[in-house]
């Protein structure tokens, strides 16, 4: 493959595997694939090379580096401010370069099972002022920066890097995936204040908060879709397979065969039950991390969100404003697209992006490796 005119995106969820293939000279040139749903991960690699060998036949093109979107219910986000006298002179692009690189010792110290896939700066305060972007040409006697880190589990990332390599793939950039999702949705629907979103995934809740531009945290919650079907299995005493179905039949508004003898009625309580107690779980969360007691507005996304659509979410009792996105393929695999190639000057880009001209940012982490 040409990597200067092609990107590659796949999306390695728990449950589903997305990939899309992007001319970023001409961008009517893309190409999407994904698998069926599973549970079964024991043959992942083989679902994984499925994907990339169809990816190949639709482009004509062959995949030799791919970016990476990853969640984990273990991944976590840490907070670290730092700070520098400086005495009255010029800030340089140094000095930040200094304090990015002490806070990411201190993670790569500290957190020694994870890797580091983003680096935010979320904050500047230059002589008690407060900056959301790097002025240029300023003269100050103290600066410090708030900087956020989002890091997964480094033997998730290495369990993938080993799957692609076997294809003689490189793996180019982690990327978290409900974050470049939420930065996506957030930018296309112009969303300010308060917003949270929700990825409700088969075995997590991811939770990525803003204020206005601002990220304000991202939560984890070890509570996804898959708790609702261990619902369904324990009060109907069927199988998880069968549970699954019927959950999935109820998302799709697929009636259940009469023949079954299941009370449709009792397979809504269940669901519902068990979904008011993410949200509730979810609103404590963002709750506990807001700058302040106003309302907030929460976006869901997921295939474990799916369960509250539009059909369904009038019958979900709920206080918070909530809205459901359901989000495609396309969305997804866009998300990451546009986060590789897309400008972000709050962040600290962890490779290069090279369909881009080099900024201070994509240089000077060069400097850390």
Avoid: W
């Avoid at 590659?8 to 990939?19: H, V």
């Avoid at 979320?122 to 002589?127: A, L, P, Q």
């Amino acid at each position: 493959m040409n990597n200067e005119y092609f990107q590659t995106i796949f999306d390695c969820g728990f449950s589903k595997i997305r990939a899309g293939l992007f001319n970023t000279n001409n961008h009517e040139e893309v190409f999407y694939t994904e698998s069926e749903f599973f549970t079964d991960r024991s043959n992942l690699e083989l679902k994984i090379q499925k994907i990339i060998t169809s990816l190949e036949k639709d482009s004509n093109e062959y995949i030799d580096n791919i970016s990476l979107m990853l969640d984990s219910p273990n991944m976590i986000s840490v907070g670290i401010s730092l700070s520098k006298k400086l005495d009255g002179s010029d800030l340089k692009k140094t000095n930040i370069q200094f304090l990015v690189q002490e806070a990411k010792q201190q993670i790569l110290k500290h957190y020694v099972n994870y890797n580091i896939a983003h680096i935010i700066i979320n904050n500047y305060k230059i002589d008690g002022v407060d900056y959301s972007y790097l002025p240029d040409e300023i003269k100050c006697d103290f600066i410090s920066l708030d900087i956020f880190f989002i890091c997964l589990p480094t033997d998730l990332v290495l369990y993938f890097k080993n799957i692609f390599s076997k294809s003689n793939i490189l793996v180019n950039q982690i990327i978290c995936s409900s974050y470049a999702k939420s930065i996506n949705y957030k930018n296309h629907l112009k969303l300010t204040g308060h917003v949270s979103f929700i990825d409700v995934g088969f075995s997590r809740a991811s939770i990525t908060s803003y204020f206005n531009d601002k990220i304000i945290s991202l939560n984890v919650l070890p509570i996804g879709g898959n708790h609702i079907t261990k619902d369904i299995s324990q009060v109907l005493k069927i199988d998880l397979k069968k549970s699954e179905q019927i959950k999935r039949n109820f998302v799709q508004n697929i009636k259940v065969s009469n023949n079954e003898n299941i009370e449709i009625d009792l397979i809504e309580k269940i669901i519902f039950a068990r979904t008011e107690e993410i949200l509730e779980l979810c609103a404590k969360s963002i709750e506990s991390n807001s700058y302040s007691s106003d309302n907030f507005k929460m976006v869901l996304t997921g295939e474990g969100s799916k369960i509250l659509d539009n059909l369904h979410k009038d019958k979900i009792f709920f206080s918070n404003d909530i809205d459901f996105l359901e989000e495609t393929l396309e969305d997804i695999c866009q998300s990451g697209f546009k986060f590789v190639i897309g400008p972000n000057k709050q962040e600290v880009v962890v490779i290069p992006k090279k369909q881009i001209k080099k900024g201070f940012f994509e240089k000077f982490f060069h400097f850390f490796k």
